[in-house]
């Protein structure tokens, strides 16, 4: 698979941005890692959301559940 030059370089320079961030390069933010479980809870906050949504679309309504009593 042979790729033109300038094909190569777009494909490079587009990896880089999606990994590094365009804010980053464009205005020279520094980079904050945040942690694995900083992106867990951001994932299941997403993830909550969309399936509340989607039990909507069906005409239901998800309730959160109580903590068991131990």
């Not at 999606?18 to 694995?36: E, F, N, Q, S």
């Not at 039990?55 to 309730?63: C, D, R, T, V």
């Amino acid at each position: 698979m042979s790729h033109e030059p300038l094909e190569v370089i777009h494909m490079s320079a587009n990896a880089l941005t999606t990994k590094v961030g365009p804010g980053m390069l464009r205005y020279g933010t520094t980079y904050i890692d945040r942690g694995a479980q900083f992106y867990e809870v951001q994932q299941r906050t997403r993830d909550i959301r969309r399936l509340k949504q989607r039990a909507a679309k069906l005409g239901f309504q998800l309730l959160q559940a109580s903590a068991p009593a131990a």
